[in-house]
């Protein structure tokens, strides 16, 4: 058994295709209508691209290793710094991640604070912005 997909980043579609291997290992996610992260490597069929999907994860589980694994945390368009502050703190630990702003106008970084390493509090932050405004790395 194998499955191919039609996928979407929020503004182009691509076709996808999973071979057995994985279509093994995945097919009890696959079940519904569920949004999944996928994982694998472009290839050109039929001079048309398309993802060989290699790796499957859910949006909760993805989100969690990336919070769990965050190194920074980078802000543009920061309208409202003061409104940060229930936020951020000053605490410079391995429990906070540091919240940059990138002044786009001097094209440099400002370290504004920092951000518990929890994903209730990372969430909070990143619902302030944009997807546009805020990168998580």
Known sequence: NMAFVTLNDGLNNLDGVIFPDAYKK???LLNGDDVFIVKG???NRNNKKQLI???IESIEAYE???????KQIVIRNLNDEPELEQ???QNKDNDHIPVEYFQEGQ???K???YVARNNASIR???QKFSPWDIRII
């Open 124 to 126: 909070e932050l990143i």
């Open 26 to 28: 995945y097919e009890p």
């Open 41 to 43: 490597k472009f290839d």
């Open 107 to 109: 094209n440099n970084f």
């Open 64 to 70: 969690s290793y990336i919070f769990n694994n965050a």
């Open 111 to 113: 370290t504004i604070g």
């Open 87 to 89: 936020y951020i703190t």
């Open 53 to 55: 999907i290699n790796q």
